[in-house]
């Protein structure tokens, strides 16, 4: 099992353009979530999905757009980058059954110049 | 209002001697914890949690202990190793459903050998 996996790995944009990172597991879990990491903020929890076809947003949600393509794949788009989004972003994934842990994936780290 | 504080940003810590990593929460009856562990360039990757009708939790080196009267979790790491070098998140999952978690902002701890 490859758990959680994130695409790219890093990514450079200019103000203005638009990107979509790409998240996808293969533990056949039910949830999945969408954080970004600054310094000195923790994660905070931009979108998520609580099973396939539902999407609610998060702490952070504003300039993000997100789809829950299949049971597998959650993505996140940023329609017009702006140098605030410049972060770390993870995805993770779970089955919410109560006490249970998230799998996050390895992030992507994205500039916005 | 933030939830989850960790109020010290970096701890370091002798090898073979205690590490302890401190969490303060705002008012929630039926949460559970969590403790994370973050090396640089990957994800964070569950280490210990502990449900909040129990004080303590044990697994292995790592010990989590709740006072519910205070609000105040800590993480226990004994002894202390060089590997054990990362960012702690503490995180709160509280009362909703879907698994959604709440972060501190994390303690860099490092252990010198």
């Known amino acids: 099992n490859a758990g959680v996996t994130q695409t790219p790995k890093f990514q450079v944009l200019k103000t203005g353009q638009s990107m979509t990172l790409q998240c996808a597991q293969d533990m056949n879990h039910n949830s999945m979530y969408w954080y970004r990491q600054d310094p000195g903020m923790g994660l905070r929890l931009i979108y998520y999905s609580a099973s396939e076809g539902t999407t609610d947003k998060g702490e952070v949600p504003n300039g993000y757009n997100v789809s829950r393509l299949n049971k597998r794949e959650f993505s996140l788009r940023l329609e017009s980058a702006a140098p605030s989004q410049t972060s770390v972003y993870f995805c993770a994934s779970t089955i919410p059954q109560g006490q249970e842990t998230q799998y996050f994936g390895p992030g992507t780290r994205l500039l916005v110049l | 209002d933030q939830q989850v504080k960790q109020n010290s940003p970096s701890l370091s810590v002798q090898e073979g001697r205690i590490s302890i990593l401190n969490c303060d929460y705002t008012n929630s009856m039926f949460d559970y914890f969590l403790w994370y562990k973050k090396y640089p360039a990957e994800g964070p990757t569950f280490l210990i949690s502990?449900?909040?009708?129990?004080d303590k939790n044990e697994d292995g080196r790592f010990t989590v202990f709740l006072n519910k009267s205070a609000k105040h979790l800590s993480l226990h790491i004994v002894p202390s190793q060089p590997g054990d070098s990362a960012v702690y998140f503490c995180a709160k999952e509280g009362g909703t459903s879907y698994g959604k978690l709440t972060f501190g902002q994390g303690t860099i701890l490092t252990v010198h050998p």
């Open positions: 502990i449900s909040s009708i129990k």
